[in-house]
């Protein structure tokens, strides 16, 4: 490995173990999810059925043990490669181990991801777009909560460190 590699590598490494450190530090200090199939508002606002209701809240039921799991993943990965940060210098133990930290937050936010898009199904057009509208009024409110993914998405994110902590 070139020394203008393992320089690529130790601050990809470094800027891992930061990433990390400000999920843990930001989900701390971050409020509530805002379960907004749950909140009389909003299921006003947007329309909601009784059923739909009961659909959305299934599949985040259904999900939310996959997303605690990926979440403990994702934690052990990072808890693994800080440890390595302060005791290996093999480049090549520190980029295998990167590696395995961007595959456990590739997994959380993929699955994250799909619960959304399910629960989006689940609503009609006219909804969506007023979901997105409640997002953004939200977002306006609180503009420091979550990442620029996150406020992309209408349904909010489960803070990291426990998905389905309500």
Not at 17 to 41: H, K, Y
Not at 87 to 113: F, G, P
């Amino acid at each position: 490995m070139t020394l203008s590699v393992a320089r690529r590598v130790l601050i990809l490494a470094v800027l891992a173990t930061l990433t990390g450190a400000d999920l843990v530090a930001a989900s701390q200090s971050t409020p509530q999810p805002f379960i907004w199939w749950r909140n009389e508002q909003a299921k006003k606002e947007l329309g909601l059925t009784v059923e739909q209701v009961a659909k959305i809240q299934s599949i985040h039921e259904s999900t939310i043990g996959e997303l605690r799991q990926e979440v403990d993943e994702l934690r052990r990965c990072e808890a693994k490669l800080d440890r390595l940060l302060e005791s290996s210098t093999d480049e090549a133990v520190l980029a295998r181990q990167i590696d395995r930290v961007e595959t456990a937050r590739a997994n959380l936010n993929k699955t994250r991801s799909v619960m959304f898009v399910r629960m989006r199904l689940v609503l009609t057009s006219e909804q969506r777009e007023r979901l997105k509208a409640m997002a953004e009024r939200r977002q306006a409110q609180n503009p420091r909560s979550g990442s620029p993914e996150e406020r992309r998405s209408p349904e909010g994110r489960q803070s990291r460190p426990d998905p389905g902590k309500r």
